[in-house]
Each structure stands twice: as C-alpha cells, then as structure tokens.
T-cell receptor, first 111, second 113 residues
Framework: GDSVTQMEGPVTLSEEAFLTINCTYT??????LFWYVQYPGEGLQLLLK?????DKGSNKGFEATYRKETTSFHLEKGSVQVSDSAVYFC??????????FGKGTRLSVIA | GAGVSQTPSNKVTEKGKYVELRCDPI?????LYWYRQSLGQGPEFLIY????????DSGLPNDRFFAVRPEGSVSTLKIQRTERGDSAVYLC???????????FGQGTRLTVV
C-alpha cells in the first residue's frame, strides 16, 4: 500500500541554520504530497502541499519540491528560528485514499 | 470562524468500559476523517466519511471500534470493551471535499487504565 518514510529525529539546530528533513514515498498512481506541522500544544496544521510532479510548495520560508524521479518531497528552510520548533509530518493522498502520514520528525531550534 | 472541535480533550477510562469521542467538523465540510496517534508515531487512519456514509473504514483495527455521522455533520467514534492498547490521541479532521486540505482538531487523549 501507499507509504511515507521520513528521516527520524530529533533534529537539533542552532538558530539561522539550514534545515532539510527528508521524505520519500511509495504510491500507486499520482499522489498529492503534503507537509503538516504540529507545534507544542497545538493540533496538526497544513504547512505546504504540491499536487503534481515538479510543483514546489512554499509557506513561512519552508519549501518542498515534488520529485517524481526520486519519489521525494524533502522539506527545506534556509534559516530556522526558535519558533520553528515543532514536529513535522510528511503525508500523501492518492486517488480515494485518505492522508497517509510518516512517523514525524521532531525539530528543536536553540538560540 | 470555528475550527474542528473535539470533546472531551482528555478521557481516562477503565479497561473494559465503553467510550464515545465526539467531533464537530468545520461547517460545510462534507469529508470527515478519524485518525489515531500513538506516542512517537504519525497519525494512523481509522475511518473516513463523505456526508453521512463511511466511504472507507479499512483502518478500524477491529469490531470494537465503530463510528457514526448520522446527519452528515457531527461524528462520534465509539470504542467498546476498551483495552490498554487503545490508549492514544484520537484526531478528527474535516475537509471541503476529498483530497483538499484537511483541518485537524486538537484531539482527544484517551487513557485506558
């Protein structure tokens, strides 16, 4: 079945460092890809999405590009802030299948 | 505007008891999803409603779990004869239609003792 694999955390970075969180997927058909974020004490929120190959999703300085050839959707940010500390989930939706999530990657940014 | 509301936010129950978890979706959203999230894991799909009917219930782990959405709005997840392994955060989400952005509630933390 469809699945998402993302890098295990926790990831600890200093403020203004570059962030990459890797995500690869397995799916039949042509999925839509998502990054969700869960800030401490809050519910899951959509961070960005891409619906077809080569699309780039972006929001709040975060970016991810849908790479069909490598079945990847890596999350990047050029300069992280303490307020970016959260758990990040990669997810896909394909056909009539509801969202399938990865296990999540906890990011801690220290000042 | 109101987001997805889940009640209660916390529930502690004894093994073997019956529990109901409630989800109020965003008004006008036809699609409603239930997920379960265990510590250190991503959300695990349980069931999906389109309107009043369960379009996909393949994620329900066994017949102790059941969900309803009788009027196409509020949904209730029901768990019979609870077991300690049912302890998790139960998440509800809704969307305007399938494959569009899903908005999540804060979840109900269920603890079975």
């Amino acid at each position: 079945g469809d699945s998402v694999t993302q890098m295990e955390g926790p990831v600890t970075l200093s403020e203004e460092a570059f962030l990459t969180i890797n995500c690869t997927y397995t799916a039949t058909g042509y999925p839509s890809l998502f990054w969700y974020v869960q800030y401490p004490g809050e519910g899951l929120q959509l961070l960005l999405k891409a619906t077809k190959a080569d699309d780039k999703g972006s929001n709040k300085g975060f970016e991810a590009t849908y790479r069909k050839e490598t079945t990847s959707f890596h999350l990047e940010k050029g300069s992280v802030q303490v307020s970016d500390s959260a758990v990040y989930f990669c997810a896909l939706a394909s056909g009539n299948t509801p969202l399938v999530f990865g296990k999540g990657t906890r990011l801690s940014v220290i000042a | 505007g109101a987001g997805v509301s889940q009640t209660p936010s916390n529930k502690v129950t004894e093994k073997g008891k019956y529990v109901e978890l409630r989800c109020d979706p965003i008004s006008g959203h036809t699609a409603l999803y239930w997920y379960r999230q265990s510590l250190g894991q991503g959300p695990e799909f349980l069931i999906y409603f389109q309107g009043t009917g369960a379009a996909d219930d393949s994620g329900l782990p066994n017949d102790r779990f059941f969900a309803v959405r009788p009027e196409g709005s509020v949904s209730t997840l029901k768990i019979q004869r609870t077991e300690r392994g049912d302890s998790a955060v139960y998440l509800c989400a809704s969307s305007l239609a399938e494959r569009t952005e899903a908005f999540f509630g804060q979840g109900t933390r269920l603890t079975v003792v």
